[in-house]
């Protein structure tokens, strides 16, 4: 009934990269919502050159991501993307904007604020667009075969937007949780009580979507409830809750300037975590184990030498990166 | 409301003629930049290292384009063209997975020692950097032309219960048209670039701006145009005879040919008429199309009338596609050949006419670029996957209404945001190379457009 290894493999794969889209540009995405609530323009500088060296190294991942979905999981795609075709077009458009608007406001000298609202926006409109997709994934589609029927706007439930909220405030935490590890001085502390407030709202939500999820399928309800099932995987909420006591700790503690994103990023991996518990084994939510919808073992090998080579380099390269810009920004550039 | 598919077709015919202008252009510069380095190590000459790094500014922002416009082609296979995707992911997926992975891959690592490590790391180091990335651009091209001609001349495939399984790799990739289609390509990408060279070169020779930098790249541009575009012109001479034997159809309605005969003649201009079955209007020279496209006067060339209707592509866009790539190949072949013999009289500085001309050329090539993929593209219609899938059954059941609202979305923040882009890079381009002790790149950020530091708007603004 299941897949080999190597499918697995595949699968364990592109979850990683959508993951580490999902981090890295997430706090990307969360200092340009964060963007025009900072108080003045040289904290804007700031944000922005705090992330400048390795921002499009970020959107790489959801290359990846969609790319090897694509190679692997053809089915999947082929249902996926077609349901959810607004909310990725316009996320796809929200980061067209936010990716030449960050470019641009570094050159311009007039039409700097031009380029700051698209940056802000840019980034409020992707992030949205996200959490909706998230959702309607979650939720699942209404399918006749291998064929979405749900129509163009099937996935405008009250869950989706609650996600697309929900993740826009978890992109602002790991932005201002970045800020508090990046920025200097005043920045700083603002950021650190923005955290304050976006983690209170960011658990509100987890705590709304946990308690949703399970009641969307019974499957779900009854892997998470029923025994001995329970009292592994309740350690899942136990640990956000002890991560988001963690993380309000930090906040206020000054001479401490990591633990406070890393517990957001932690914050994202039980999020990711309990998810992946709820819908596994499926690649479409409660229809399609992801061995159906993989493509044919010869492209899975044929693929697989490719990553084998890249990815570990890859990897290298952005730790090093960040290795070698880390520490707080220093200065702003100014022209 | 207009046809699904039609719209689906518009959206990501818009979408990809604006993505590949960016990556055509940084392949050819990446390879140019190669050159100029190997130049400025083996002469010393300081008047390379300058241009190396103004040409640098201009690659990193055509790279950082490219890029941003690329993330949304990777989404597009699935939302416009689920069904093709569901088909035929085995193959294709793979394919664009490895050009994907060889982007990336570049993007992390050789791009930014290219981009700023030139105070950090050895000339030598530095130079190996940019062969890579000069490298892989031309892989990524690779993979994105084998996926492509892979749709015109499907090979190495088995199909069960409707979807393709690859039997052999080696027979996907090296599909019957793909040698001609990536030479082709490639060469393309290298003469636009090269225009877009003696064309700038030639705005500064006529303002008196760099004139020993901008003579030499004027110089370099003819000299390696004049050799390259007959090549090229070969080059998609054979292109159209692997089309004639695996795509008829195609070269009948480039031709504007409807009868099958030997001795056919070649069609300069038409107006073709689909529903009629003939061209209203033309000008022909005689027995010309059977020696182009056979070789040789008297082998039969075959007609549109040969396929049912429901199987012809769209005659005229693919007639005058075609004639606008083919007509571009000849004016560059002239501007070049002019060129070579004044460079040879020595007299190529002043012969002011052409270097009156060369400025207008800088567009030349993007433009032949896109009528040659609409030409293939068009002329591959209706089918997707040619004489297996047709383009009707690969589309994605999304309302019309969706697409139509997303392409305009699409053509008003495509419009604003590259807009900004294009204006930028002739910003960069209008002011000019610097001296080699003006400072050097900012290191600041280790991204594309970040290479690139004059603001966007003048200063006196």
Redesign the interface.
């Given at each position: 009934m299941s897949g080999d290894w190597l499918t697995l493999l595949w699968l364990i794969v592109i979850a990683f990269a959508i993951f580490m889209y999902v981090l890295l540009d997430g706090f990307v995405l969360g200092t340009g919502i964060l963007f025009s609530f900072v108080p003045r323009d040289e904290d804007r500088d700031t944000m922005m050159?705090s992330v400048?060296?390795?921002?499009?190294?970020n959107?790489?991942w959801?290359?990846?991501g969609?790319?090897?979905l694509?190679?692997?999981f053809?089915?999947a795609?082929?249902?996926?993307?077609?349901a959810l075709?607004?909310p990725?077009?316009?996320m796809?458009?929200g980061?067209?904007?936010r990716?030449?608007?960050f470019?641009?406001r570094?050159?311009?000298?007039?039409?700097r604020k031009i380029w700051d609202r698209a940056f802000q926006w840019g980034s409020i409109v992707a992030a949205f667009a996200q959490g909706i997709v998230l959702g309607a994934f979650v939720q699942g589609f209404e399918l006749d075969g291998?064929?979405?029927?749900g129509?163009?706007l099937g996935w405008l439930t009250p869950f989706g937007v609650m996600t697309g909220v929900a993740l826009v405030a978890g992109y602002a935490l790991l932005g201002s949780t970045w800020l508090v590890m990046k920025a200097p001085g005043e920045l700083e502390d603002w950021a650190r009580r923005a955290s304050r407030v976006l983690l209170l709202v960011v658990l509100a939500l987890i705590a709304a979507i946990s308690i949703w999820v399970p009641f969307l399928e019974n499957v779900i309800y009854e892997r998470w409830f029923s025994l001995p099932n329970f009292y592994f995987l309740s350690q899942v909420p136990l640990a956000t809750v002890v991560t988001g006591l963690l993380l309000w700790r930090y906040t206020g503690r000054r001479k401490r300037h990591m633990p406070p994103f890393v517990l957001a990023m932690v914050l994202f991996a039980l999020g990711y975590a309990g998810l992946a518990i709820s819908l596994w084994p499926n690649i479409v939510p409660h229809a399609i184990p992801y061995w159906q919808a993989a493509?044919?073992r010869?492209?899975q090998e044929?693929?697989l030498v490719?990553?084998l080579i890249?990815?570990p380099?890859?990897l290298f390269?952005?730790g090093y990166?960040y290795y070698v810009f880390r520490g707080k920004v220093t200065r702003s550039?100014s022209? | 409301m207009p046809d699904p598919l039609l719209l689906a077709r518009l959206q990501f015919g818009f979408t990809i003629s604006f993505h590949i202008l960016f990556p055509a252009f940084s392949i050819g510069l990446a390879s140019w930049l190669v050159m100029l380095e190997l130049l400025w190590l083996v002469t010393g000459k300081p008047a390379y290292q300058s241009l190396y790094r103004f040409w640098l500014k201009i690659f990193a922002v055509s790279f950082?384009?490219g890029?941003?416009?690329?993330?949304?082609m990777?989404?597009e296979?699935?939302?416009n063209w689920?069904?093709l995707?569901?088909a035929?992911?085995?193959?294709?997926?793979?394919l664009?997975?490895?050009?994907?992975?060889?982007?990336?891959?570049l993007?992390?690592?050789f791009l930014?020692v290219m981009l700023f490590g030139a105070n950090r790391v050895g000339r030598g180091v530095h130079f190996f950097a940019t062969c890579m990335v000069a490298l892989g651009t031309l892989i990524s091209a690779f993979w994105i032309l084998a996926a492509s001609s892979w749709m015109h001349t499907p090979a190495g495939y088995e199909i069960r219960d409707g979807v393709f399984?690859?039997t052999r790799?080696v027979d996907v990739i090296f599909n019957p048209s793909f040698p001609y289609r990536f030479t082709h390509m490639v060469i393309a990408a290298y003469l636009t670039t090269c225009f877009v060279v003696a064309g700038v070169a030639a705005r500064y020779l006529l303002a008196g701006r760099f004139p020993r930098r901008a003579a030499l790249m004027l110089k370099l541009a003819v000299i390696f145009a004049s050799i390259v575009v007959p090549v090229q012109i070969l080059v998609g001479d054979q292109h159209g005879l692997n089309a004639e034997e695996h795509e008829p159809a195609k070269i009948a309605a480039l031709e504007a040919h409807w009868e099958s005969r030997p001795r056919a003649p070649f069609v300069v201009l038409a107006i073709p008429d689909e529903a009629e079955e003939r061209n209203t209007f033309e000008i022909t020279i005689p027995l010309l199309g059977s020696l182009l496209l056979k070789h040789n006067v008297d082998a039969p060339v075959t007609g549109l009338k040969e396929f049912p209707r429901d199987s012809r592509p769209p005659v005229a866009p693919v007639f005058y596609a075609f004639r606008i790539m083919v007509g571009i190949g000849l004016l560059m072949l002239a501007c070049a050949w002019v060129g070579a013999v004044q460079l040879k009289r020595g007299k190529l500085l002043e012969t002011r006419w052409l270097l009156r001309v060369l400025p207008w050329m800088i567009p030349s090539g993007f433009v032949a670029l896109l009528a040659g993929w609409c030409t293939t593209e068009i002329g591959r219609q209706p089918y997707v996957v040619y004489g297996l899938m047709r383009t009707a059954d690969a589309v994605?059941?999304?309302?019309a209404?969706?697409v139509a609202?997303?392409l305009a979305?699409?053509v008003a923040?495509?419009g604003g945001?590259?807009g900004?882009?294009i204006y930028?890079l002739s910003r960069l381009i209008r002011v000019g190379p610097l001296e080699v002790n003006a400072p050097p790149l900012s290191a600041?950020?280790?991204?594309?457009?970040?290479a690139?530091?004059?603001?966007?708007?003048d200063?006196r603004?």
């Open positions: 050159t400048a060296p390795i921002w499009d190294g959107e790489t959801l290359v990846l969609a790319g090897g694509y190679a692997m053809p089915l795609y082929s249902i996926v993307l077609p075709y607004l990725f077009i316009v796809l458009l980061l067209v904007f990716g030449v608007a470019e641009f570094f050159k311009a000298r007039t039409s291998t064929r979405y029927v129509g163009a493509a044919a010869s492209s044929f693929l490719g990553v890249t990815l380099a890859v390269y952005t990166s550039i022209y | 950082g384009l890029v941003v416009s690329g993330l949304v990777s989404f296979f699935g939302t689920s069904r995707s569901a035929a992911g085995n193959i294709l997926g793979p664009l997975g490895y050009e994907v992975l060889t982007a990336f891959f993007e992390a690592t930014g399984y690859p790799w994605s059941a999304v309302p209404a969706s609202t997303t979305l699409f923040v495509y945001v590259f900004a882009g930028y600041r950020a280790a991204r594309p457009l970040g690139a530091d004059e603001p966007l708007e200063a603004r």
